[in-house]
């Protein structure tokens, strides 16, 4: 598989480049900036990219490069910082000039060149920096400036290594995906060649080589991935695959129907339909705190899970739907407490199984592709993100069954009005929670003391931020009043209006 590797120096943009070459159907990955050069060349990388990165290459602590990446004989990009580093690294000059640019800025360019084969002579690209590069390295030309940058793009083609000081990756610089082409097709000599049916059986042949004739079990939640991850894995080793869907009592209105509806009847996929609802609630009975009750559904699955692998003998593997977002997130230093609790809804940690993971290489919006393709229901295939333990974690202080009928309610009166407006796949997700508060109500000529519910919608591109989604005016009176009106026991209706950060998507 051809793939670019992105070099992260730290840039808010780093997971965008990655994405942009996706998008431009070549296989791109983020790897730390320091990963050993002998590791990179290993992967035999059609190109590499040097992201951005915050810092000056003259500060104390700035990121630096092996040079040794020059001397691979791969194409590299450097990109903003990348350039610097490049530069820095390679004999030319940075000046911290006093002249910084931030946003749009004109582009001229003085000759021709790879990156800008093709494009107009001057254009509006993104720029945010402080240091420019005023001299570039020996071998490398300048091919264009801009009022600020001197050097704003510099070429050495016959090492084929080039800088760029804006960002071609954000979408304020319009030809930006025409220069990563550029670079991917006319420097890397990459092809087009990463498609929905490549990724699937590219998947399957890997999936047979990793399991061969051993039998393997799926938790299947019923979410987008985990049900691609099965389908894909199912499509590899047919019955030796079985699927066990735990319904914990956690889940959405006839959420648990859909999921059996679908891989029973329809997929024909063996499934264990694990039934138990009694045994969640008790176990939570009386717990408010939330890491208790994240912990205590995780260890409950992680039972269910040993019990079921125990059962169906000669049970060697695990499928699990984790994704390249996932995969990143982990390997980016601080994210990775934030997703350790995340992992709770379903990952059994300490069992002796090995892990398959079919979707580590995609993101999000490329397995709702792969799961159009493999014939999943639209209903599935857009289902938003739901966490492993469920209603749980959005419903402040204890859970019993009288609360969660009440949020179960309230959720799914939420989904069918932003359905009708035309809105649930412009959300990353829309939901409700239940807090642990009352408050004084009117209804008829009786005082009443009841819940409220918040609505909690947000958009974000991969949940690592997200933004409180504008719901228009119309959508959230229908809501309340319907809420108010059908669900027994609530008494009014609130919105959360934080973005994350500092605030996170669900409440606990
Ligand atoms: P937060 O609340 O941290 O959530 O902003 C980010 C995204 O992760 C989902 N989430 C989970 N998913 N198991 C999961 O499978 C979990 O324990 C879990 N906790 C949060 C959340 O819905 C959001 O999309």
Redesign the pocket.
């Known amino acids: 598989m051809e793939t670019v590797l992105v070099l992260d120096f730290g840039a808010q943009y780093s997971q965008l480049i990655a994405r942009r070459v996706r998008e431009c159907r070549v296989y791109s990955e983020l790897i730390p900036y320091d990963t050993p050069v002998d590791d990179i060349a290993a992967r035999k990388p059609k190109g590499l990219i040097l992201s951005g990165g915050p810092t000056s290459v003259y500060a104390d602590d700035a990121l630096s490069i092996d040079p040794r990446i020059f001397e691979l004989d791969i194409p590299v990009l450097g990109i903003c910082y990348g350039m610097q580093l490049m530069t820095h690294a390679l004999g030319g000059t940075v000046t911290k000039t006093g002249n910084s640019e931030f946003g749009k800025t004109e582009l001229r360019l003085s000759r021709e060149g790879i990156l800008f084969d093709d494009l107009p002579e001057r254009q509006t690209c993104w720029m945010s920096h402080r240091d420019s590069v005023t001299d570039p390295p020996a071998g490398f030309e300048p091919t264009g400036s801009t009022d600020s940058s001197p050097v704003a793009v510099m070429e050495n083609p016959g090492r084929r290594l080039f800088g760029i000081q804006c960002h071609p990756e954000v979408v304020h610089t319009p030809h930006g995906t025409d220069i990563l082409k550029n670079f991917l097709f006319n420097a890397c000599d990459c092809s087009p060649t990463w498609t929905v049916v490549s990724i699937i059986e590219d998947s399957v042949a890997a999936i047979r080589e990793q399991v061969g004739d051993h039998k393997v079990i799926c938790g299947l939640s019923g979410g987008v991935d985990s049900s691609t991850a099965a389908l894909l894995v199912y499509r590899a080793v047919g019955d030796n695959l079985t699927c066990i869907f735990v319904d914990h009592g956690l889940l959405r209105m006839n959420e648990a129907e859909q999921v059996i509806d679908a891989f029973e009847n329809h997929f024909r996929v063996p499934l264990v339909h694990v039934r138990t609802q009694e045994k969640f609630l008790t176990l939570l009975s009386g717990v408010t705190e939330p890491e208790q009750k994240?912990k205590i559904i995780g260890e409950q699955f992680i039972r269910i899970f040993e019990a079921e692998a125990q059962r169906l003998e000669d049970t060697r593997f695990l499928v699990q739907g984790t994704l390249y977002s996932d995969v990143i997130e982990s390997g980016t230093r601080d994210a990775a407490r934030?997703k350790s609790?995340?992992?709770?809804?379903g990952l059994p940690v300490d069992m002796d199984l090995e892990l398959v993971e079919p979707l580590r290489n995609i993101f999000k919006d490329e397995v709702r592709n792969v799961a159009a393709e493999l014939g999943l229901p639209d209903n599935m295939v857009w289902r938003q993100?739901?966490?492993?333990?469920g209603l749980a974690?959005r419903i402040i202080g204890e859970v019993t069954q009288e609360r969660l009928e009440i949020l179960r309610k309230a959720d799914f009166i939420l989904q069918e009005e932003v359905r009708r407006a035309g809105l649930y796949r412009k959300l990353?997700?829309s939901f409700c929670v239940l807090p642990a508060i009352r408050s004084v109500g009117v209804m008829g000529d009786s005082r009443t003391y009841a819940y409220p519910i918040v609505i909690r919608a947000v958009t974000s591109e991969d949940?690592m931020t997200?933004d409180w989604a504008r719901l228009p005016y119309e959508l959230l009176e229908t809501v309340s009043n319907r809420i108010i009106n059908e669900v027994d026991g609530v008494n009014r209706v609130a919105l959360d209006i934080s973005s994350?950060p500092p605030s996170?998507?669900?409440w606990e």
């Open positions: 994240r934030i609790h995340h992992n709770v809804g993100p739901f966490p492993g333990p974690i990353w997700q949940a997200a994350k996170t998507i669900e």
